[in-house]
């Protein structure tokens, strides 16, 4: 079965300062791996999504991400963070199934917490 | 606008009394999803729809219920609410999985009180 792990709960961060929220997954197969945020009282947007080719994708709002399969690890970062950048962070993965239901599994979450 | 709406954002209800939480999207989407989202779980699939009529259990199924009878909308149904359904639920749509796409665009949440 595929998980995913997000092992920050909480990270706090000063304005400017670059950040890393980190995940990491495990499956026995191919995997679709994408990061969502979700600002406060909202739904969830796409950050970024990684599906196959380059591994280092670039997504919204300044925020990159490395999909490295050796380390089953597919980690957020950014170089300079905006108070605009709290938000909740999810981490998930999807496909690999074979039978194709799109069904997103998802970390617990990591409060990014960005402070002047 | 492409959007997926839910209603209502908000409800406060008693144990057993039944309800429904709307979604609807415009985007043609073939695929439709129900999420809840607890503290500490992060979001965990409840049911999902390949198309029409074609629906099946996520990993959280127990208590609810659905049905797509339209290709844009997917309710949500609690028949007889408990206060372990107290949560923020979430409703999802996309392409077919086979588009190759992957991306699923959130609604913005109803917020359940189970009492």
């Known amino acids: 079965a595929q998980s995913v792990t997000q092992l920050d709960s909480q990270v706090p961060v000063f304005e400017e300062a670059p950040v890393e929220l980190r995940c990491n997954y495990s499956s026995s197969v191919s995997v679709y791996l994408f990061w969502y945020v979700q600002y406060p009282n909202q739904g969830l947007q796409l950050l970024l999504k990684y599906l196959s080719g380059s591994t280092l994708v670039k997504g919204i709002n300044g925020f990159e991400a490395e999909f490295n399969k050796s380390q089953t690890s597919f980690h957020l970062r950014k170089p300079s963070v905006h108070i605009s950048d709290t938000a909740e962070y999810f981490c998930?993965?999807?496909?690999?199934?074979?039978?194709?239901?799109?069904?997103?599994?998802f970390g617990t979450g990591t409060l990014l917490a960005v402070q002047p | 606008e492409a959007q997926v709406t839910q209603n209502p954002r908000y409800l406060i209800t008693v144990t057993g009394k039944k309800l429904t939480v709307t979604c609807s999207q415009n985007m043609n989407h073939e695929y439709m999803s129900w999420y809840r989202q607890d503290p500490g779980l992060g979001l965990r699939q409840i049911y999902y729809?390949?198309?029409?009529?074609?629906?099946d259990k996520g990993d959280v199924p127990e208590g609810y219920k659905v049905s797509r009878k339209e290709k844009r909308n997917f309710p949500l149904i609690l028949e007889s609410p408990s206060p372990n359904q107290t949560s923020l639920y979430f409703c999802?749509?996309?392409?077919?999985?086979?588009?190759?796409?992957?991306?699923?665009?959130f609604g913005p949440g109803t917020r359940l009180t189970v009492t």
């Open positions: 729809s390949m198309n029409v009529e074609v629906t």
């Open positions: 999802a749509s996309s392409l077919y999985p086979t588009s190759g796409t992957y991306e699923q665009y």
């Open positions: 998930a993965v999807s496909g690999g199934y074979g039978g194709a239901t799109n069904k997103l599994i």
